[in-house]
């Protein structure tokens, strides 16, 4: 009985340590997510534990790969699904809307 | 966007001879004024602006491959190469590894959308293995040409 108890006490935790977050961002920088923002983001999110995806159109990138993300091909005004899982996901969601926020800290183009 | 609608197939480099990073955005731009697509009097300019762009992050974006690129006012519409260093080469990676396949792209700056979308078809070839090996075993142009147009037809990748 013991067993049983500390098992669901786990079982919860990993349960509460997984849920999933998530939120809706959307590309604000003219010239899209192009290979500065997206390192910019891959540096980011490898700061996190959790795992991190973006979803565009039904295409899933990875946050931790810049090939993953530049295969999303994300124009100025996409909107993009961003999901975290993981023990630091609701830190990692805020910290990337953010990013996407402020346009990656990108002023001039190039 | 496919690999025929930017790659000058004339510029294509299959044995880029440089070892530094300057001296292969050199041998790339130059091949791109080889085949008629730059102007030769924007050749110095252009390798200037694609060196200040790497100043910013280096576009060695891992997996042995690296896309230097500009935009520069000089072109009407992207245009791009392919070079393979055999031996590869200190490119300031991401992933701190030597880059041995280069994609060079230069942009007409009002066209931000036509450079992502080079970008993501670049991506999603690359992230294939196969394409990544073929294109390293390519020997010559041709060699390179004939796979690209296989990416195109989709024969690779999603």
């Known amino acids: 009985m013991k067993q049983t ?3 669901s006490v786990l079982s919860i935790d ?4 997984s849920a999933i977050q998530h939120s809706l961002v959307v590309v ?5 997510l192009h290979m500065r923002p997206a390192d910019k983001l891959v540096r980011a999110a490898s700061t996190f534990q959790c795992q991190i995806e973006l979803e565009r159109a039904g295409q ?6 810049i090939l993953s993300l530049l295969t999303l091909g994300a124009t100025e005004g996409s909107e993009l699904i961003l999901r975290a899982q993981g023990p630091d996901a609701e830190l990692a969601i805020r910290t990337i809307c953010h990013l996407f926020e402020n346009q990656f800290e990108e002023t001039t183009a190039s | 966007m496919k690999f025929s609608v930017f790659i000058s197939p004339k510029a294509i ?3 880029l001879a440089a070892s530094t990073k300057e001296g292969v955005i050199s041998e790339m731009v130059d091949a791109l004024v080889e085949a008629g697509e730059v102007k030769e009097a924007d050749r110095g300019d252009i390798i200037k602006a694609i060196m200040k762009r790497e100043e910013l992050g280096s ?3 891992g997996r042995g491959v690296a896309v230097p690129h500009t935009k520069h006012a000089s072109v009407e519409k992207l245009v791009g190469t392919v070079g393979i260093s055999e031996s590869g080469l200190d490119f300031d990676s ?3 590894q030597d880059a041995s396949l280069f994609f060079l792209l230069v942009s007409p700056p009002d066209r931000p959308g036509d450079h992502l979308r080079a970008l993501e078809n670049i991506s999603r070839q690359l992230r294939d293995d196969s394409f990544c090996r073929l294109l390293r075993q390519s020997k010559t142009s041709d060699d390179i040409l004939q796979l690209l147009d296989e990416a195109d037809s989709s024969q690779f990748g999603s």
Do not use: Q
């Open chain 1, 5 to 7: 108890a500390v098992n």
């Open chain 1, 60 to 65: 899933v990138a990875d946050c931790r790969s």
């Open chain 2, 94 to 96: 991401l992933d701190g």
């Open chain 2, 13 to 15: 480099r299959s044995k």
């Open chain 1, 28 to 32: 604000k920088n003219a010239e899209g």
């Open chain 1, 14 to 17: 990993s349960r509460m340590s």
């Open chain 2, 59 to 61: 576009t060695g974006i």
